[in-house]
């Protein structure tokens, strides 16, 4: 089937890239049924914004459908999308050195929140700790609710996140902002991030030095 289907799903790798709200999974199915080229993030985003449809409807639904498929089995649910074990280990190690590590998401918290649990992600997280879609649409405001929260500087926070679009405006505040090259990011949002002087962390392995680094220098 993957062989069959490989050119449907490499495009819909490329658009999973440009995510930024719920609603953006409307989009790209409009995208795919309707066979609409979109090239780069700036045409996605121009293609969802005049897109007539009840963009908080679809987002209820969105949850609805998440959170009936969790309690039908949560442990399948969650093994949908692949465990980057590399970065899993390194934010062990990290938490073990008594760094503080928080999680900015565009979920809902309580939807993700049983994934930090030993038997899913091998490390504990309270829900506090996870700074959901309630605190903003875009993770410029999670950071600032962050350092409010916390009694941080902005330029204490390190942030890490593989849609480039959450690290623009992000790394103005001051915040230090790195690009995960792994999983759905691209290579035209590599050379974005580079001209933008974006750090971008290649690969999974490359997580923890990087940062230690990053960290031992500040």
Not at 2 to 20: A, F
Not at 136 to 146: D, F, T, V, Y
Not at 164 to 171: A, E, F, I, V, W
Request: overall charge positive.
């Amino acid at each position: 089937m993957k062989k069959q289907y490989k050119k449907e799903m490499d495009y819909y790798h490329r658009l999973r890239s440009y995510i930024e709200l719920s609603g953006d999974f409307f989009a790209i199915i409009k995208i795919m049924e309707e066979q609409i080229q979109i090239k780069d993030q700036q045409e996605f985003v121009a293609y969802r914004n005049q897109l007539q449809f009840d963009h908080h409807f679809f987002r209820e639904l969105f949850f609805k459908e998440k959170e009936k498929w969790q309690k039908k089995s949560f442990r399948k649910w969650f093994f949908l999308s692949p465990v980057f074990k590399e970065v899993v280990k390194g934010i062990q190690r990290f938490l073990q050195e008594g760094q503080k590590i928080v999680i900015a998401t565009s979920n809902l918290g309580e939807a993700i929140h049983r994934a930090f649990q030993p038997e899913y992600l091998r490390f504990e997280m309270d829900i506090e700790d996870i700074f959901d879609k309630n605190f903003g649409k875009h993770k410029a405001e999670h950071m600032q609710a962050i350092a409010k929260k916390y009694g941080a500087k902005l330029n204490e926070i390190y942030f890490i996140d593989g849609q480039l679009s959450y690290l623009k405006g992000t790394d103005a505040l001051g915040v230090n902002v790195f690009l995960a090259g792994w999983g759905y990011c691209t290579e035209s949002q590599k050379e974005e991030a580079k001209k933008g002087k974006i750090p971008i962390i290649e690969e999974e392995k490359d997580f923890y030095p990087v940062l230690k680094q990053a960290l031992s220098l500040s």
